[in-house]
């Protein structure tokens, strides 16, 4: 993977995880968000204005929604985030903790796809890879 995409990548994270919105600076205006099927926000989110109302949804939800990164795969033009989500329930006040994986897509140095897996092998089948 390129390091420019690994940094991308843990700058987005570092950025989400103090701010609760993604970097904007390093997506394409076009980019494309697509959660996983098995979420509470699931659906596919197209440009800013989609990862907006994703926001707005998540913040719904969610009072805390953290990402705790802890292994990064090359997957040539993407770089695959395997960790977990930390959340608390915006209702409820409980915290839990979900396994999970992200695929970010580059083109021309900018992230052009974001897409969540709940399942780790879901998402090394994505990217193309296998364990």
Same mark, same amino acid.
């Given at each position: /993977?390129?390091?420019q995409?690994?940094?991308?990548?843990?700058? #987005?994270?570092?950025?989400?995880?103090?701010?609760?919105?993604?970097?904007?600076?390093? /997506?394409?205006?076009?980019?494309?968000?697509?959660?996983?099927?098995g979420?509470?926000? $699931?659906?596919?989110?197209?440009?800013?204005? =989609?990862?907006r109302?994703?926001?707005?949804?998540?913040?719904?939800?969610?009072?805390?929604?953290?990402?705790? #990164?802890?292994? #990064?795969?090359?997957? =040539?033009?993407?770089v695959?985030?395997?960790g977990?989500?930390?959340a608390? =329930? $915006?209702?409820?006040?409980?915290?839990?903790?979900?396994? =999970?994986?992200?695929?970010?897509? #580059?083109?021309?140095?900018?992230?052009?796809?974001?897409?969540?897996?709940?399942?780790?092998e879901? $998402?090394?089948?994505?990217?193309?890879?296998?364990?």
């Amino acid at each position: /993977m390129s390091q420019q995409n690994l940094e991308v990548v843990q700058r #987005f994270a570092d950025h989400w995880n103090r701010t609760g919105e993604p970097l904007w600076s390093e /997506m394409d205006p076009e980019v494309v968000f697509v959660i996983d099927p098995g979420s509470f926000v $699931a659906g596919t989110y197209r440009g800013r204005d =989609g990862i907006r109302t994703l926001l707005r949804l998540t913040a719904d939800v969610f009072d805390e929604f953290q990402y705790e #990164f802890d292994e #990064f795969v090359d997957a =040539g033009d993407a770089v695959l985030a395997l960790g977990r989500i930390r959340a608390r =329930g $915006a209702q409820s006040g409980a915290v839990g903790t979900q396994p =999970g994986a992200v695929v970010f897509r #580059f083109s021309n140095g900018r992230i052009v796809l974001y897409r969540s897996y709940l399942r780790r092998e879901e $998402a090394l089948e994505a990217a193309r890879l296998r364990e």
